[in-house]
């Protein structure tokens, strides 16, 4: 079993950028396909991005978010990244990884273990 902590968010301006993080213990990270999803007050929740197994051959996002975020792992710190510029108040939401031993995919009920998710609020 692998444990998820996030971490990194906060609040920010319009046009800013934030990094999270989502650092595992238990197993290795990098046997699993990593995702960031968030879920807005009312709102379900969202896939945003995704990264395959190992060296992250392949990555995954959302339309919204396209060009403006960036996932990557570092199998070294067992962490993986979320790089978000550019922020928007659209992208305000609970930011919360899972990893998933099925491969990458947009579809929540696809990943094994999830985090307890970190608040980004974006100011206007």
């Known amino acids: 079993q692998v444990q998820l902590v996030e971490s990194g968010g906060g609040l920010v301006q319009t046009g800013g950028s934030l990094r999270l993080s989502c650092a595992a213990s238990?197993?290795?990270?990098?046997?699993?396909?990593t995702g960031w999803f968030r879920q807005a007050p009312g709102k379900e929740r969202e896939f945003v991005a995704a990264?395959?197994?190992?060296?992250?051959?392949?990555?995954y996002y959302a339309d919204s978010v396209k060009g403006r975020f960036t996932i990557s792992r570092d199998n070294a710190k067992n962490t993986v990244y979320l790089q978000m510029n550019s922020l928007e108040p659209e992208d305000s939401a609970v930011y919360y990884c899972?990893?998933?031993?099925?491969?990458?995919?947009?579809?929540?009920?696809?990943?094994?273990?999830w985090g307890q998710g970190t608040q980004v609020t974006v100011s206007s």
């Open positions: 238990g197993r290795t990270l990098s046997s699993y396909a």
């Open positions: 990264i395959d197994s190992w060296i992250g051959t392949n990555t």
């Open positions: 899972a990893a998933s031993y099925r491969g990458s995919s947009y579809l929540l009920k696809n990943y094994d273990y």
